[in-house]
Structure formats: C-alpha cells, structure tokens
C-alpha cells in the first residue's frame, strides 16, 4: 500500500491517496468486489475517518464493477469532521466508486422508522458477535452491509422464489449501484438485530429497495439501496431484464408494501 499526497477532484485542496491491489478475498461469486468489502479498504487505508459509531449518512455510487486483480487508487479529500469527507477509487484513468460520509448530527430517523404495522420481509434475528463488532464493541460499518446482504439472500429464496445459488449458476448477477445510509448509532456486542426490506421500485433490469437494521430498542439505520441484474459474459457484464417470474412476485410485494 502506497501512500502519497496529491490534488482531489481536481481541486486545489490536497488530500491522501493510498493504491490497494483488489484480492481475491475481496470479491464475490461474480468475481468483482464484494461492495462490504470497499468499507473494509476505507478502514485499513484511512482508519482515522472509517465510521465507528454514528450517528452518520454515508452514500455510496459504484460506476464500474471492479475485478480481480485491479490496483485501484484510493483517494480522500477531507474537511471537517462536521462537513464529512468523500472517497474516490480510481483505477486506469476510470472512476470505479465514490463515497461520501456525513457527520449525520439531526438526521429525520425515528426509533419506529421501519413501521412495524405494514408489512416487511423480516431476516432472522442474530446476535452482534465477537467476529461483527469493532474495538469499540459495536457493529462494523462492513458487517452491517453483510448483514443486509444475508437478509436480501433470504429475502429472494424464501419469499421471492430466486435463490442466489440458482442466479449465480445461471452466469448472472445482482451487483449493487447505489445505496445511500442513515444510521443513528450502530448496535453493541450481544444484543439481537434483524433487516426489515421492502421494494421501493421495480425497473427493467433494476430493483430499489429500502431496509431497516432494527435493534432491541428499534431501529438503528436505514438503508436506501439499487440493484441491477446482468448477465456475464467473456468481455463483461450486460445489463440483463428482470425474469418475468421474480417480476411478478417484486410486484406483488410492491403492492403489498406500499402505503395507502
């Protein structure tokens, strides 16, 4: 890992930038970034800005899917710790992803954000463990995505009909583009939490959803979040049409969701 000082977003402020080389631990059965895993570069990389606690937003766009073996360009400009900071990763002159942290002091997230009375997928309730929880005994940033991740897997296998093993066996996948995180605190070692989902749109290719990590005490964060569906391929991804079964049923669901 390389550190070196360089002009961000082609400012004059300075800022830091570091060079990482993506592994294979980094990445998914698609063979691109695991997008928890950009959270874990942020904190090896800048751990002095990596978010710990909350209360904080933080909005992620990933432009490019990134593959094994790219040396990305970690790039951070920074402010105040009041007005946040962003972090660029560049790789070949291209921008892969951007991230965008924001103290979070005011943000509008009750304790009953996830509307206990209208229907939700519910993941299964877990304990915040040791292997989940950073220095400060709270939730990782990572393991908070992870945890989103496991509820949308269940989320299509048991309620949708579209197990992840059948859509990775099928050369497709499901690449996160955009989600964006409103996170009051972040839950402590040992207490329980599970994922509310519910579909906010459904497009062509693509699918927005909203989830809520809900604690003992109610909820914690909300996470808006975008998916599209591709196809791979030799040279690639393509953008790939939703099938017309999980369409109906992300339909139904829509429906079923969304208030009066």
Not at 38 to 49: G, S
Not at 85 to 99: H, K, V
Not at 198 to 221: E, K, M, N, T
């Amino acid at each position: 890992m390389t550190d070196r000082r360089a002009p961000i977003d082609g400012t004059s402020q300075p800022g830091q930038s570091r060079e990482v080389v993506v592994r294979f631990a980094h990445i998914d059965a698609a063979g691109i970034v695991f997008y928890p895993r950009y959270l874990e570069m942020l904190a090896q990389a800048f751990p002095e800005v990596a978010p710990a606690e909350g209360p904080f937003t933080l909005e992620i766009q990933f432009r490019k899917p990134t593959p094994l073996g790219t040396r990305l360009t970690l790039a951070l400009a920074q402010s105040t710790p009041q007005e946040g900071w962003r972090l660029s990763g560049m790789a070949s002159g291209d921008e892969q992803f951007t991230m965008t942290w924001g103290s979070g002091n005011g943000i509008p997230l009750a304790r009953q954000d996830h509307d206990p009375l209208r229907p939700a997928f519910r993941s299964e309730s877990v304990p915040v463990e040791d292997w989940a929880a950073g220095p400060g005994a709270r939730l990782q940033v990572s393991r908070y995505y992870e945890l989103i991740n496991t509820a949308v897997e269940q989320w299509f296998e048991n309620e949708l009909g579209l197990p992840f093993s059948r859509l990775h066996g099928d050369r497709a996948g499901i690449p996160t583009v955009s989600l964006r995180t409103l996170c009051t605190e972040l839950p402590r070692r040992g207490e329980n939490i599970d994922v509310w989902i519910r579909p906010a749109r459904i497009g062509r290719s693509s699918v927005q959803f909203d989830s809520w990590l809900v604690g003992p005490h109610g909820c914690l964060a909300r996470t808006s979040q975008a998916i599209v569906f591709v196809r791979l391929e030799q040279r690639g991804f393509r953008s790939a049409p939703l099938p017309e079964a999980l369409r109906a049923e992300l339909l139904r669901h829509l429906a079923g969701t969304t208030r009066n």
